[in-house]
């Protein structure tokens, strides 16, 4: 690594034109420093990598010539542990991959990671629009612009049915499934959209798809949320207890049910099913019974419970995945600070 960088930086320089002598000046070292990198005897410290990019014209990356693997492998890794994306990060990762898009070897990974860059840009601006909002509304609680403005934010509930119904979603999955008739995934994405819409004859004719496609405890489950949704709240819960019979050592089956009870508001059972659900999981385990727990606990107002869960969720993430930092960790402990200041703000009420 130290020799192909020292190569690169001596590429750079004698295409720029200048000394050794001149490049050091610039970059505030001595001229030997800068020998060294070139004879592969040192690194330039991390931190002067951004002023030798910038002096040379070209990013970061191109100092390390990484490979194209690499690349996408960086981006992947950028996308999965930062929180924040710095300009130049975006930047950088954006040419990158619409630079792929020409070509048919990678322009499947590039078009998904462009569709994961724009949507990870979308949260950070997201989050920076709920923090203005709120501090609007601190001072001008009123204005109706300021709760709209929170609203798209935080992606709430829209009153109006024209602009809360999924119909854009349900018709590109309607191409899709004709398209791709035999991927399961899409008949399930369809269904949920179609069931949120109430367009429940629909989703029988869907379902009865799923159903030829499919023999897991997805069947009975959204059988029960069509049944559900009709009011048939009996049927729906026999169908899905009958479903706990009939895949009993499936951890899937009671994660269903667990869902099925949540939206019921049955919280308690909820929190329930899903530990069972994550009892059976082999492992590596998810964290949704965690995650689930720590938000049920929060409508409860029971926050030590809730801090609790989310400390639990770290335990996972660290011995069943080795994940002891990025987005994730630190968006738990986000949480957890403020589950503690709702604790001290209530003692103090």
């Not at 001595?30 to 004879?39: F, G, H, I, L």
């Not at 954006?94 to 070509?103: A, H, M, P, Q, R």
């Not at 509930?157 to 590109?172: C, F, G, K, L």
Request: proline share 2%; charged share 30%.
């Amino acid at each position: 690594m130290e020799l192909k960088l020292g190569n690169k930086i001596r590429q750079l320089r004698l295409q720029k034109g200048v000394t050794q002598d001149i490049l050091a000046r610039t970059l505030n070292v001595s001229y030997q420093t800068v020998s060294k990198w070139e004879n592969g005897a040192s690194m330039p410290d991390i931190q002067l990598l951004p002023e030798i990019a910038v002096y040379f014209g070209c990013t970061i990356d191109d100092l390390f010539d990484l490979s194209e693997q690499a690349q996408f492998e960086r981006i992947e890794n950028m996308l999965a542990m930062q929180e924040v994306l710095s300009t130049e990060e975006f930047r950088q990762a954006e040419g990158f991959l619409k630079g792929k898009l020409s070509g048919k070897e990678h322009k499947s990974d590039a078009l998904r990671l462009l569709a994961g860059l724009f949507n990870h840009k979308a949260d950070e601006l997201r989050k920076t629009a709920e923090f203005y909002a709120k501090e609007a509304l601190e001072l001008a609680p009123e204005v109706k612009e300021n709760h709209n403005n929170l609203q798209r934010a935080q992606e709430g509930t829209i009153p109006d049915w024209d602009m809360a119904n999924h119909s854009r979603r349900i018709a590109y999955y309607q191409q899709f499934v004709r398209k791709n008739p035999g991927y399961l995934g899409g008949y399930l994405w369809l269904l949920d959209e179609l069931i949120a819409d109430q367009r429940l004859e629909e989703a029988s004719e869907v379902w009865e798809t799923v159903r030829q496609l499919d023999d897991s405890c997805r069947v009975p489950y959204y059988q029960g949320k069509i049944a559900w949704q009709r009011g048939e709240h009996q049927k729906a819960e026999d169908i899905w207890r009958q479903m706990l019979e009939d895949y009993s050592g499936d951890w899937l089956a009671f994660a269903n049910m667990a869902d099925a009870m949540a939206y019921a508001c049955r919280y308690d059972e909820a929190i329930r099913y899903y530990k069972r659900a994550q009892e059976l999981q082999p492992s590596p385990k998810y964290t949704d019974a965690q995650m689930t727990a720590a938000h049920i606990y929060e409508i409860q107002g029971k926050y030590a419970e809730a801090v609790e869960s989310l400390e639990e969720e770290l335990e996972i993430l660290k011995h069943e995945w080795g994940v002891t930092e990025g987005r994730e960790v630190e968006h738990i402990h986000r949480e957890m600070d403020r589950l503690h200041r709702a604790m001290s703000h209530n003692a103090t009420d």
